[in-house]
């Protein structure tokens, strides 16, 4: 009998952070960004230099326009959950043939999406399809995706050797990642966790 695919394997836990100097080098940063920008507003006071505006009017735009960004952002997601209410991991694994598809690595590639579409995805559990494409979850840059599939394939087994030559590249989907996984091949826990017997 085939192992359920909820056995997956762990991520390797991530580095631990550098504790108390971790945060005295942020602290002072974030110490020296604030003094910058009060040092920025009392010269414009002082000397009403445009130059020192335009700088200020840059950093508010970019502020305004990422928040912005982040809002639609959510909205887009909270439809997305709206309009797939009802579905789970269950409608995303029919999009692929079972007979030829590991679910190993399409519970792999479930878990990681959710967890690389930010807090938005997972807070507002919003259901992935085969067909949603990878800049949905800021998978569109090549070293992110390449990361979010190291992710999938240490969870469900499948090394990533050669993948310049697996015959789904490029991505665009969720589907195509799922694809290109499944034709990777498995590694050597993976291949004794293959098949079990239950007693």
Request: aromatic share 8%; hydrophobic share 45%; with cysteine.
């Amino acid at each position: 009998m085939r192992m359920p695919s909820r056995h997956l394997f762990p991520l390797k836990p991530a580095t631990p952070a550098c504790g108390v100097v971790g945060f005295a080098v942020l602290f002072a940063l974030l110490g020296g960004v604030l003094y910058g920008v009060c040092y920025l507003v009392r010269d414009f006071v002082s000397t009403g230099n445009p130059a020192i505006f335009a700088v200020a009017l840059l950093v508010a735009l970019l502020s305004v326009s990422g928040m912005r960004d982040g809002r639609r952002r959510r909205e887009k997601f909270l439809e997305m959950a709206k309009e797939r209410q009802g579905e789970s991991i269950c409608q995303f694994a029919r999009a692929f043939n079972r007979r030829d598809v590991d679910s190993w690595v399409i519970r792999a590639v479930w878990n990681t999406v959710i967890e690389w579409g930010g807090s938005d995805v997972a807070r507002l559990n919003v259901p992935l399809r085969a067909e949603d494409r990878l800049e949905t979850f800021a998978l569109d840059d090549s070293e992110e995706l390449f990361d979010a599939l190291s992710d999938a394939a240490t969870r469900a087994g499948r090394t990533l050797e050669n993948l310049e030559s697996n015959p789904v590249m490029p991505l665009n989907t969720l589907g195509d990642m799922v694809m290109a996984l499944n034709a990777q091949p498995m590694t050597q826990e993976r291949q004794q966790k293959r098949e079990v017997t239950l007693d």
